[in-house]
């Protein structure tokens, strides 16, 4: 595994919306080995671990500009890269902002890559219907799996707040289709 990327638990931060997953379970899945542990799902709990990959930060949106469930569009780390922000009006886990409420996903599917502009749910916070498969991502979850064919959460880019600007620093995940998160030329 490289120097720049660690795992950390989906629960990381102490959200009390984290997945919850009992210390036998997480115990008898650490046993599988640390490759596969990056990659781990627990059926209807989404991705238990997942990669962090920290990347140079760039600037996504301003906190003024953001208004509930009004998502933005921005692309990290690079233009081929697709993502959604969104101030989703309740915590999330790995929120920024106030309300702890500011988060930004891939608008790619991680099941195959359909694009998921336009399939943010306000009523839910989530992503989806997927239109190839159905899948549905919790967005107050760290974007896990909530139904569908899907096994990995939607990849969350990592945000930090400075002033009034917010900055893309990393991404949870893998995004769909690359062998890494490095940002493409
Ligand atoms: S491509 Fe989205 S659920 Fe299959």
């Known amino acids: ?7 950390i638990a989906s629960d990381e931060g102490g959200s009390n919306r984290a997945c919850q997953v009992s210390r036998r379970r997480f115990l008898q899945a650490a046993t599988v080995g640390g490759a596969s542990m990056a990659m781990l799902t627990i059926p209807g709990c989404g991705s238990m671990m997942a990669r962090t990959t920290p990347l140079p930060r760039q600037r996504v949106g301003s906190l003024s500009e953001l208004v509930d469930d009004k998502p933005i569009n921005i692309r990290f780390p690079d233009r081929k890269s697709r993502c959604v922000l969104v101030k989703l009006g309740v915590p999330a886990g790995g929120g920024v902002g106030p309300g702890e409420d500011i988060v930004a996903f891939s608008t790619a599917c991680p099941h195959m890559g359909t694009p998921l502009l336009g399939a943010y749910n306000a009523k839910h916070k989530g992503m989806g219907p997927c239109r190839s ?4 991502f919790d967005l107050t979850r760290y974007g896990i799996v909530v139904s569908g064919h899907a096994t990995e ?3 969350q880019i990592l945000l930090e707040i400075e002033g009034d600007d917010i900055y893309a620093t990393g991404i949870r995940g893998l995004l769909y289709g690359r062998s890494s998160n490095v940002a493409l030329s």
């Open 153 to 155: 959460s939607l990849p």
């Open 133 to 136: 498969h159905l899948t549905r």
């Open 1 to 7: 595994m490289d120097d720049s990327t660690k795992l």
